[in-house]
């Protein structure tokens, strides 16, 4: 990757951006993803190829851990984050 940039400056006429951070879904995988997940639920085609492909490149061996969610319901379509109890954790504020 770096040597990428580095060619990539080199070829450039300034201003120009030589670096653009990953999406969100790739940022989460590389930053937030550790051994003591076992699971990554991840809503829609699109964002569950991504974050696979993302996690073969990372963590070839952890691959089978992200998961597509698909809502059990179909009927009502619940979002990731309804279907779930997180989404209620992320609403409580927290004390320090």
Same mark, same amino acid.
Not at 14 to 18: E, F, H, L, N, V
Not at 32 to 40: G, S
Not at 52 to 61: A, E, L, Q, R, Y
């Given at each position: 990757m770096w040597e990428q940039i580095r060619e990539f400056t080199l070829k450039s006429s300034?201003? #120009?951006?030589?670096y653009e951070e990953g999406d969100l879904i790739? *940022?989460?995988?590389r930053d937030?993803?550790? =051994?003591?997940?076992?699971?990554?639920l991840v809503e829609g085609a699109a964002g569950y190829r991504n974050a696979?492909?993302?996690?073969?490149?990372?963590?070839?061996?952890h #691959?089978?851990?992200?998961?597509?969610?698909?809502?059990?319901? *179909?009927?009502?379509?619940?979002?990731?984050? =309804?279907s779930n109890p997180l989404w209620?954790?992320?609403l409580t504020p927290r004390c320090s």
């Open positions: 300034a201003p #120009a951006a030589i790739k *940022r989460s995988v937030l993803y550790n =051994r003591d997940i076992d699971e990554v696979k492909d993302t996690m073969k490149m990372i963590m070839p061996s #691959a089978k851990n992200v998961k597509h969610y698909v809502d059990p319901g *179909r009927c009502h379509s619940l979002p990731v984050f =309804r209620m954790e992320c």
